[in-house]
């Protein structure tokens, strides 16, 4: 690393990208102020088994939910950054609300190509999001200051994000290649419920009792983006 690398202000930078192997950029975007905190949740999931009018009974594992991510964004077009210098240095030209369009295309709308939102990728410095990849799971706005004809000149986004790795998948970490565990699976382009139980527990005889599993209403009818989880086989 540079010397003068090691005094530059790092940015929190979202990147997007057109496939999951994150090898195709679409585009980023640039926060004009770093987050001041960030929330990162793990969480296991125990299956909820038990019969009306029954005795409590042990919490059964069933899964390992993706990590989650929670931010706050500020986008700000009064031109007025940390230095006081961003018309200056022709940033902060764009309004607040060509900003938040801008994210919003970037993270939440489908793209035209692939059929759903982009695969995502955040980066900031060496810390805990040196490469975090994710996916949008939602995001709040909440305009902050308006000018006197209403335009906002001040956004907060409460932006939470779901991990999209090989872990949250159901890899090394969380997943194991036995039909003996829960495993999870982001659904993508051309999965189908049969395939997927194929993949998972070598058969897709099983692809009922997933569909059940999961509340699904229509297992033809896979959405991309959507969280399925497999439980173990029983014995």
Request: charge should be neutral; include cysteine.
């Amino acid at each position: 690393m540079a010397l003068a690398d090691k005094f530059k202000l790092q940015k929190l930078t979202i990147y997007a990208f057109t496939d999951v192997q994150r090898s195709k950029r679409a585009g980023k975007f640039e926060v004009m102020y770093n987050p001041t905190s960030l929330a990162m949740s793990h969480a296991n999931v125990f299956e909820d088994l038990q019969g009306i009018n029954t005795a409590g009974r042990q919490a059964r594992y069933s899964h390992a939910s993706a990590e989650s991510l929670s931010v706050d964004l500020v986008i700000d077009g009064s031109g007025v950054s940390d230095f006081a210098l961003t018309r200056l240095l022709g940033q902060g030209s764009k309004t607040v609300s060509e900003q938040i369009d801008a994210f919003l295309k970037l993270a939440f709308y489908m793209d035209g190509e692939i059929h759903e939102p982009m695969f995502l990728r955040l980066e900031w410095g060496d810390g805990v999001l040196k490469a975090f990849d994710c996916r949008l799971d939602r995001v709040d706005i909440r305009y902050t200051s308006f000018a006197r004809t209403g335009a906002p000149l001040r956004a907060e986004l409460g932006v939470a994000f779901i991990a999209d790795t090989e872990d949250a998948k159901g890899g090394a970490k969380v997943g194991k290649s036995s039909p003996d565990l829960s495993h999870s699976r982001v659904v993508r382009n051309g999965d189908t419920l049969p395939l997927l139980c194929q993949e998972i527990y070598g058969s897709p005889v099983h692809y009922i009792r997933v569909a059940r599993y999961n509340r699904l209403n229509d297992f033809r009818d896979l959405r991309p983006g959507t969280t399925l989880i497999f439980p173990p086989l029983e014995r």
